[in-house]
């Protein structure tokens, strides 16, 4: 009788103790499973993060250069979105308010909005919503008017020698043309810029425009590059 007791006993330990480890096993699957899941979350959102800062610019500074090879501006593009084109003497800041939003300033004042108002379309405002630029952007080329009807744009268009050609009213009025390292912005006829930089950009041609103000043109540029172009 005592030996049947502790037989029954013992398995009742035994069976206890299976139980144990079976539910430490499913509890230390399921934490695994958990933390292979927050991994996986992780790399997504940092995957995310990483293509949507990639779409915001294509590069991360650029140095813009007199014909003599000194310097006359700089462009940095911050992964937040925000730019800041410093000058001899002065900083223009721009800083996004959202994904099509971004706000300029300079000497503490806010001048120049740049709003999106289509996938292919962003505009250039004064701080009182007048217009000051609107760009369309088209598969092979991008026009630049100072009217809400695209009446008489300067057009910029890529050519299969590399070159970025800029045109106005059937004119051509400057370029863009990649020299080893540099390429070289010219006015006309005339050199007038130079940017060190492997891949030429329709961002580096617009510099070119004598007719559009030197800040406009600027932010111009830094938005154009922002976006890949």
Known sequence: MFHAIMRSAYLSVLITLSLIAGMLLVGCDSSNHASSEAETTSEQEEDISQKKVSQQ????????????????LEVKFEPDGNLIVKLDKRTIKGKAKNEEKRVYSTDGYDFIEVEASEESIFKLNTTNGQLLWMVKIYEDKVQISDDEKNQNPYEIKRTESGKVKVYHQNREIGEAKQSKDVVIVKAGESEVLRIPAKQNSIGYAILSIQQIPFDERYVLMAELLARGL
């Open 57 to 72: 610019r294509s590069v991360e500074q650029v140095s813009v250069q007199d014909s003599e090879g000194n310097t006359v």
